[in-house]
């Protein structure tokens, strides 16, 4: 007969174990998102973006857009459509 001090431990390295998974599958998804990011990201690496610059001044009613604003506006779209994505394909 298991004592109580064999379940806490049983508990305790079944709880360890669970929590390890979970951190690993958590890093294959950020991974796997930034990947995907930056493929996408590298798609806008292009003297095209002119349009979607022009569309943004409009839409933020705006003069110029600054290459900061660009950039970051860029950079969420594509980590959005990753995350999209990766629940899309995994997360059914």
Request: glycine fraction near 0%; proline fraction near 0%; include cysteine.
């Amino acid at each position: 007969m298991r004592t109580l001090d064999q379940h806490v431990e049983n508990y305790y390295e079944r709880a360890y174990c669970n929590m390890m998974d979970d951190s690993e599958m958590q890093d294959a998804k950020v991974k796997w998102i930034e990947s995907r990011a930056e493929e996408l990201i590298r798609n806008f690496a292009n003297d095209n973006d002119w349009q979607i610059i022009e569309l943004l001044k409009i839409k933020l009613e705006s003069k110029s857009i600054d290459a900061d604003i660009y950039n970051q506006f860029i950079t969420d779209i594509c980590y959005s459509q990753a995350n999209f994505e990766f629940n899309k394909k995994f997360q059914h």
